[in-house]
């Protein structure tokens, strides 16, 4: 079983970067995909970006494609979140996951909350 913390969250005006890191605990972390959502009040929760055990592939949602990056270092058992070019409408509580089989989340961090300010 894995454990997952979010931290790197703030307040940060429009055009602004904030880099938002997932750390897990347990030995088998860097046998997990790592996925980054969002849920803002009122809105679906959003899948933003995942990437897999390996680091070798990654996706992005159509919203944080140019913006945000996902990366992961599993000597550290880490995963991080740049997100460059911040917008309003990003503003929302992030939450790292972590999956075994790619379908199922296996974890949930207590989710970081991110405001960017026009």
């Known amino acids: 079983q894995v454990q997952l913390v979010e931290s790197g969250g703030g307040l940060v005006q429009a055009g602004g970067s904030l880099r938002l890191s997932c750390t897990a605990s347990g030995r088998t972390f860097s046998t997990y995909a790592v996925d980054w959502l969002r849920q803002a009040p009122g809105k679906e929760r959003e899948h933003v970006a995942a990437?897999?055990?390996?680091?070798?592939?990654?996706y992005y949602a159509d919203s944080a494609k140019g913006r945000f990056t996902i990366s992961r270092d599993n000597a550290k058992n880490m995963v991080y979140l740049q997100m460059n070019s911040l917008k309003p409408e990003d503003t929302a509580v992030y939450f790292c996951?972590?999956?075994?089989?790619?379908?199922?989340?296996?974890?949930w961090g207590q989710g970081t909350q991110v405001t960017v300010s026009s």
């Open positions: 996951t972590a999956s075994l089989d790619g379908r199922t989340y296996d974890a």
């Open positions: 990437i897999t055990w390996r680091g070798d592939s990654t």
